[in-house]
């Protein structure tokens, strides 16, 4: 730049949408309903479960498979994404060559 300083950034800052309804996803032995305290044990079935305004919670662990957001789960809208958050140390390992996650579906 010739010797001269670099221009001020302003720090970006992502609005993200209120949640509707959370629910969380743990690897555990147990199958819950969702919540909090009984967190589902299965992140594809979660990731089925969702409707536009949920938001999941990936608590931390291994999650092992080949996981899709795909024709099976619902679409989210502008105005009420779906929204999936990885909490602390969440770790998707595919089985194989296969992507460990897939999306195609909006929102």
């Not at 957001?69 to 679409?75: G, Y």
Request: with cysteine; net charge neutral.
């Amino acid at each position: 730049m010739n010797g001269k300083p670099f221009p001020e950034v302003s720090a970006f800052v992502a609005k993200l949408p209120a949640q509707q309804r959370s629910f969380f996803v743990a690897p555990a032995k147990e199958n819950g309903d969702g919540t909090e305290a009984h967190p589902w044990n299965d992140l594809q079935a979660a990731l089925r479960a969702l409707s536009p305004g949920d938001r999941l919670r990936v608590r931390a662990g291994a999650y092992k498979g080949v996981f899709h957001i795909d024709e099976a789960c619902r679409d989210g809208n502008e105005e009420a994404p779906i929204q999936v958050f990885f909490d602390g140390k969440a770790k998707v390992a595919p089985e194989g060559e296969a992507a460990a996650l897939t999306v195609r579906r909006a929102y």
